[in-house]
Nanobody, 132 residues
Framework: QVQLVESGGGSVQAGGSRRLSCAASGYTYAIYSIDCMGWFRQAPGKEREGEREWIASIYTGSGSTYYADSVKGRFTISQDNAENTLYLQMNSLKPEDSAMYYC??????????????????WGQGTQVTVSS
């Protein structure tokens, strides 16, 4: 079992930056079994799980990263394996980036591809609000 805790959310003006963190904890074996991690967001009014938007993924072994077109060039996903922490650096923020941001992780190969949202482990989310 793996627990994920996001932090770093808050309010920011359009054009600004914010860095989100996601700390993973749990059994060492479970943490090291994680194949990939990702960031997702859910805008206000889209509470159903299927309406979470995938925005970035990283494969923990290779470090390969993938981004949704909506954030490519503005957001950067990274990991600190020593600290078991995932990051999302968000630059050039826009009002439409306002959402609850979640990190997720999965030990099963391929679960971070194709924007799928049925990953095994999820954090509780952190709110980001971008004002114009």
């Amino acid at each position: 079992q793996v627990q994920l805790v996001e932090s770093g959310g808050g309010s920011v003006q359009a054009g600004g930056s914010r860095r989100l963190s996601c700390a993973a904890s749990g059994y060492t074996y479970a943490i090291y079994s994680i194949d990939c991690m990702g960031w997702f967001r859910q805008a206000p009014g889209k509470e159903r799980e299927g309406e979470r938007e995938w925005i970035a993924s990283i494969y923990t072994g290779s470090g390969s990263t993938y981004y949704a077109d909506s954030v490519k060039g503005r957001f950067t996903i990274s990991q600190d394996n020593a600290e078991n922490t995932l990051y999302l650096q968000m630059n050039s923020l826009k009002p439409e980036d306002s959402a609850m941001y979640y990190c997720a992780a999965d030990p099963r190969p391929g679960y971070c591809s194709g924007g799928r949202v049925d990953l095994r482990y999820w954090g509780q989310g952190t709110q980001v609000t971008v004002s114009s």
